[in-house]
């Protein structure tokens, strides 16, 4: 794994195969700083519902099991693939772009 902050400060990180397989075992990747954490979920959908349903008691306990109950969930494709995230803002998912 890379990771590096550029002159603008984007924080990127850069993953290998082994690291997305790390990653769809339920398992986080942070940076060393700890400013950047990722994670895998077959249903952003869902879990992105769930973390906007808990935003206001979200504990790391909860988030966990938020976590271990998307990684049950199967592989959900809401539409065509779009490559920006998606970023939880005033209690609605929107794509990151908009």
């Not at 397989?21 to 869902?46: A, H």
């Amino acid at each position: 794994m890379l990771y590096f902050t550029t002159r603008e400060g984007i924080h990127m990180l850069v993953l290998t195969e082994d690291h997305i397989d790390y990653l769809k075992k339920g398992e986080m990747i942070k940076s060393p700083n700890n400013r950047v954490c990722v994670f895998y979920t077959p249903d952003d959908q869902w879990l992105g519902e769930k973390l906007i349903e808990n935003m206001n008691n979200l504990t790391p306990e909860l988030f966990d099991k938020l976590m271990a109950e998307s990684q049950k969930r199967p592989v959900k494709r809401a539409g065509p693939f779009h490559p920006t995230m998606q970023i939880i803002k005033e209690g609605k998912l929107v794509k990151g772009d908009e």
